[in-house]
Every structure is written in C-alpha cells, then in structure tokens.
C-alpha cells in the first residue's frame, strides 16, 4: 500500500492540486512569498480557526492568535499550542480589537469569515487555506480528501518560504499510518463504522468523502457506511441504519460517546445491533474532522492503538 510519498501518493496529489481554491495562490503569498516567510518568523501569523491553526502548528509555526482556545485543547487537541497564545475570541466573531492590538503581519483562515473579511484585511493581508475539499461528489475516489489536504498544506507552506515544514508534517504522516498498519497486523479487518453520537437516537457518520475514509484506505480497512453524506463527509442517521452490516464494528469518535453507547445499548430497540451485542466497540478521543494533515495522523494513531487490543 503506497504511502503519501509514494508513486500513487504523489499522481493523486498533483491532480487534487489543480483543484485547490485559486484564494490560495491569490492572496498575496505566492508573489514576494519570501518576504512573507521573513515577516513569519517573529510569530507574526494569527490563525483566524482550529484548521489553520492546526495546519500552522504542523508547520512548525507558533500562532499569533487562535479563536477558542481552551476549547481547541478540549475538542482538537493536536498539534499542541504552547502556553502564552492568546486567545482571539469566537470563531464565528473574532475579537477586532484585540487582533488591532496584536496586528500580526497576516492572517490565515478557512474562508468562513467573508462577513468581516474587509475590516480583517484593515489590520492585515488574509490568506486563505482550504484543508477539505467541500465540493467533493461522494463517489469515494481513493485518497481524495487525504490528496487534497496533503496538496492544501504543502500549498500553505510553500507560499510562506517553507516548503520543507511540509514535507516533515507529510511525513509524520506516513509514519503514523505505518506505525498503525504495525499495529494491526495481527487484527481480522472488518469494516469499521466512524461516528459520533449525538443523542439518544442519532449519530453523525462518516461517509466515502470524508478524511477518515481516506485514512481506513490506507489502512486496508474498508468504510462500512455506504450511504449519502454531506459536504463536509458526514450524515445524521438514526442508530438502526447501522443494521445493513451486521459484521461491521463500530468506532466512536469522542469520549463521551463511551456512556452514550451503554445507554443506546440498553434500549430495546438497539440492543440487537450486532457491534453492541458483541462489543464490537472502539471509543476514541476527540478529532477534527475536517483538519486535514494534522488531523488525519492523530486519526491514525488513535485507530491503531484503539483497535488492536479490542479486536483479534
């Protein structure tokens, strides 16, 4: 199985980059890119949302600022934010007078903040990095989301003067998906349902455009969620749609989900479901979904340390 590096790897990154957002060669970094990388290295980059500052941080690059942070320790975790970052404020609403104040020399973001996009670019030139590929169809094209981060970030890096920060964060990678294929050497693979519970009833479920299935190909583990999914990779389902593949497990992604699980359990109507009945069950801590490089290698390493000792 080729890994990000690979001959296959490099095919389906050069044709995901041809996809990438023109926002991303557009926004002042790929003309006087060295000049950036210069005015970068005095931290003067300030993530305007988790997924940049997640992309940052694989870089090797200490935000400015980033929004929410005690709730990025919480929720996203990885890469890890040194004390003494100051948080921004809400994603949805940065705080404007505070980034006046600490007028980094440019901003990074999703794109979700066009409503104050204007007023941003009065402190400071915006760029904007894409690490999902949102339009994606569905269709479950091998590596898609995975090609497609992997291109966004090295994208990033180079237009910051740093190309070679990407290639260490890729190769993170490479070794974390080896080190979980290690892992599972001695595991039956059976396909894996990847969710979250919401409720009592529903679950958010990840679909054939998603990163997590992108990293189960690799893996060799096959998605057993065939059904539609969003934009963004997922679907809210009710517990019971799961029942197509009675010889799936099931893996949660969030540590509450352990308690919701035992509780969809003792209800009649789940009870039945062969991946609880048989504890066929894989709780593991919280990723972002959609954070693309950084996310995708923690996604990995949970998976392989959480499955091999629970499935023989």
């Given at each position: ?155 990033l890096a180079a237009g910051l003067g740093v190309p070679e920060a990407a ?97 969809l359990a003792a209800l009649p109507l789940f009870a039945g479901l062969p ?38």
């Amino acid at each position: 199985m080729p890994g990000i590096n690979g001959t296959v790897g490099r095919r389906r990154i050069l044709r995901t980059a041809a996809l990438l957002p023109a926002v991303l060669l557009s926004a002042g970094l790929m003309a006087g890119g060295a000049r950036a990388a210069e005015r970068r290295t005095d931290g003067g980059l300030c993530a305007l949302d988790w997924t940049s500052a997640q992309a940052l941080l694989a870089l090797g690059i200490v935000p400015r600022g980033l929004p929410e942070l005690d709730r990025y320790r919480r929720a996203v975790v990885e890469p890890a934010v040194p004390d003494g970052v100051p948080d921004i404020g809400a994603r949805a609403e940065p705080n404007l007078e505070l980034l006046d104040r600490l007028a980094p020399a440019r901003f990074v973001g999703d794109g979700a903040l066009s409503a104050v996009q204007g007023r941003l670019e009065r402190i400071a030139p915006v760029t904007v990095h894409p690490p999902f590929d949102t339009r994606s169809d569905g269709d479950g094209q091998p590596g898609g989301q995975l090609a497609f981060a992997v291109a966004s970030l090295r994208g990033l890096a180079a237009g910051l003067g740093v190309p070679e920060a990407a290639e260490r964060a890729v190769a993170r990678l490479d070794r974390a998906l080896a080190a979980a294929r290690d892992r599972l050497s001695g595991w039956e693979p059976r396909p894996l349902h990847i969710l979250s519970v919401l409720d009592g009833r529903r679950v958010l479920i990840h679909g054939r455009n998603s990163l997590y299935h992108d990293v189960l190909d690799r893996l060799g583990i096959a998605n057993a969620w065939t059904g539609p999914s969003g934009p963004y990779g997922h679907a809210t389902v009710t517990m019971d749609r799961l029942a197509g593949r009675p010889d799936a497990g099931l893996v949660n992604i969030g540590s509450e989900g352990g308690r919701a699980l035992e509780a969809l359990a003792a209800l009649p109507l789940f009870a039945g479901l062969p991946f609880l009945r048989e504890g066929r069950v894989t709780i593991l801590p919280p990723i972002l979904f959609y954070g693309g490089v950084p996310a995708a290698e923690r996604f990995a390493r949970l998976l392989g340390e959480g499955l091999a000792p629970h499935h023989g």
